[in-house]
């Protein structure tokens, strides 16, 4: 898994000027915190899913890449 994070991360970084790798980094953090002050790995994914989400909602315009490169985030909590 963390192969695969390695080779995805030129991938979203390549994408409008680090945009996607910005969403990926946000969401690693907000689930790192949420993991670390409760405990679930499973709550830390959850809240960097659902961060991703309530920022595309108050984009003018959402784009579900977006979502995803933040959710994916939390990938970086789980292997590790």
Do not use: W
């Not at 969403?23 to 907000?30: D, K, M, Q």
């Not at 670390?36 to 890449?65: H, R, S």
Request: proline share 4%; with cysteine.
């Amino acid at each position: 898994m963390l192969r695969s994070l390695i080779l995805a991360l030129p991938l979203l970084a390549a994408c409008q000027h680090y945009h996607k790798a910005a969403h990926f980094a946000a969401g690693a953090a907000v689930s790192h915190i949420v993991t670390q002050e409760t405990g679930n790995p499973t709550a830390g994914c959850m809240a960097a899913i659902g961060i991703g989400l309530l920022k595309e909602l108050v984009d003018d315009v959402a784009d579900p890449a977006d979502i995803l490169a933040t959710g994916l985030g939390c990938s970086v909590v789980l292997a590790f």
